[in-house]
């Protein structure tokens, strides 16, 4: 989990998240009585990741949701930003990556939600995407 040996790291992880809040636009929390605070500048910077580009996933090119709405197409027709995971042809594992590793886990694994279908498409499109700041937005919901 998060990088950590899951055996001996595991149960800091959880107490981590299960005291956690946001302050300051910090996520704040507790391990073994010891507050922990994390920036998103030290969570971009620990995990190296991008931050430049879009800050909003739903700011993906609208040319590009065109697009990839017939390249996901198992049968070639135009897809809903909201379909089954059976309907996408071979992105069938990176929304599988997208839904498990990246966004918060709730709903079903097999419907694509539309916030999950644009991160698709910015990674299939190579838009630049300021992941530091996306995923820290979604670690603050966990």
Request: charged share 25%; proline share 1%; hydrophobic share 45%.
């Amino acid at each position: 989990m998060v990088g950590c040996m899951s055996d001996i790291f595991e149960t800091a992880l959880i107490e981590f998240y299960q005291n956690a809040s946001v302050r300051d636009g910090k996520v704040v929390s507790t391990v073994q009585g010891k507050m922990v605070e994390i920036s998103e500048e030290i969570f971009s910077w620990n995990f190296q990741l991008p931050v430049e580009g879009l800050i909003d996933i739903n700011e993906v090119p609208k040319d590009l949701i065109f697009d990839a709405r017939t390249e996901f197409s198992f049968t070639g027709e135009q897809l809903t930003t909201s379909c089954k995971k059976r309907e996408l042809k071979e992105y069938r594992l990176l929304s599988d990556i997208v839904a498990k590793s990246i966004t918060v886990k709730a709903g079903s694994f097999d419907a694509v939600t539309h916030e999950r279908f644009l991160m698709m498409t910015a990674i299939f499109g190579g838009v630049s995407v300021n992941w530091g700041r996306l995923l820290f937005k979604i670690s603050r919901i966990w």
